[in-house]
C-alpha cells in the first residue's frame, strides 16, 4: 500500500508499507523528513524502527535534499536505495548531466510545485548535492554514510526485487540518467519520481524538463510493453487512477 506522506509541499514523498517493513520514497526536504516521522509514528500498528528503506528516484536535490535527517530517525539496518550511476558521480567519474527546457518547461513545473509549499521547512535542505547546473554538479555530496547505500539495480539490469513484498526496481531514464522507478506487480501500482508529473490533473504528461525526451519516450514504449500501473504516484502533482493501464492515458510529447 502506497500513501503520500501529508505535509511534503514542493515534491510528493510517499510511504509504502509491506508486511516486511517500510519504504519512504523521494524525502526531499529538511522538512519532509520531519513530516515522514510525525506520519509514520501516527501509525497504529508501525514505527521508524520498521523503515527498511529510503529510495531516491533520482539525484536531484528536491528528491535527496531530506535524506541523512530521515535516515538519522530510522535503525541502522536501514539502507538508501539510489541509481547505481549515482556511484559514478559521487566518485567524480561521471559529471551531473544537464538538462533541457530550463526556461521553457521549469518555470510551469516549478511556479506549480512552489503553490503547494505551506512551510519554510519543506524548502530547507541539508546540502547543495543534486543541482544539475556548472558549479554545482558533483561538487557537493548528499551527507550519507556510504556504507549505507545500496546501488540499483545491481549488475546491468534494468528490472530488479528489492526483497520487500512484491516491490521492483525499475530503471526509467530520461528526466535524468540515473531515474528509477518502485513498482508492484500485485498491487498495480507505479512511483515513478519526475518521470510523469500530474500537476494538471490531466492524466498526467512526460516530464518535458529532462535529460532526454528521447529517452524519456523509449523508457514509456518499454513501461507500456512490460506492466500495467492501474495507479501511478509521481514526483509532483496529484495520484492518476483509472481500472485500465493508465500509462496509456499518460500525455506524451
Ligand atoms: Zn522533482
Redesign the pocket.
Request: charged share 25%; glycine share 24%; aromatic share 0%.
Given at each position: 500500500m502506497v500513501t503520500l506522506i501529508p505535509g511534503g509541499g514542493?515534491?510528493c514523498s510517499y510511504l509504502i508499507s509491506t508486511s516486511d517493513g517500510l519504504i519512504v520514497v523521494?524525502p526531499?526536504s529538511i522538512g519532509i523528513a520531519d513530516a515522514a516521522r510525525s506520519f509514520i509514528n501516527t501509525l497504529s500498528d508501525r514505527g521508524m524502527h520498521d523503515v527498511r528503506a529510503i529510495v531516491a528516484t533520482?539525484f536531484?536535490i528536491?528528491?535527496i535534499g531530506g535524506m541523512k535527517r530521515l535516515l538519522g530517525f530510522c535503525p541502522e539496518g536501514t539502507f538508501v536505495f539510489m541509481h547505481r550511476r549515482v556511484e559514478d558521480y559521487l566518485t567524480h567519474k561521471r559529471d551531473l548531466p544537464r538538462l533541457q527546457g530550463w526556461f521553457s518547461d521549469l518555470p510551469p513545473v516549478a511556479i506549480k510545485?512552489f503553490l503547494r509549499v505551506r512551510r519554510p521547512s519543506q524548502l530547507w535542505v541539508e546540502s547543495l548535492a543534486g543541482i544539475p547546473l556548472p558549479g554545482f554538479g558533483t561538487r557537493f555530496h548528499p551527507p550519507i554514510p556510504p556504507q549505507r547505500i545500496k546501488w540499483f539495480c545491481p549488475g546491468n539490469a534494468r528490472r530488479c526485487g528489492i526483497g520487500l513484498d512484491g516491490w521492483e526496481i525499475i530503471e526509467t531514464p530520461g528526466h535524468t540518467a540515473d531515474s528509477i522507478s518502485l513498482y508492484n506487480e500485485d498491487t498495480a501500482e507505479l512511483i515513478c519520481?519526475?518521470f510523469i508529473l500530474n500537476l494538471d490533473r490531466d492524466n498526467g504528461r512526460l516530464n518535458r524538463f529532462c535529460e532526454s525526451r528521447a529517452d524519456i519516450l523509449n523508457t514509456y514504449d518499454f513501461l507500456c510493453d512490460t506492466i500495467v500501473p492501474k495507479t501511478i504516484y509521481p514526483?509532483?502533482g496529484d495520484v492518476i487512477r483509472g481500472d485500465q493501464n493508465v500509462l496509456r492515458r499518460v500525455n506524451t510529447f
Open positions: 514542493l515534491v523521494d526531499g533520482h536531484h528536491d528528491h510545485s519520481g519526475d514526483g509532483h
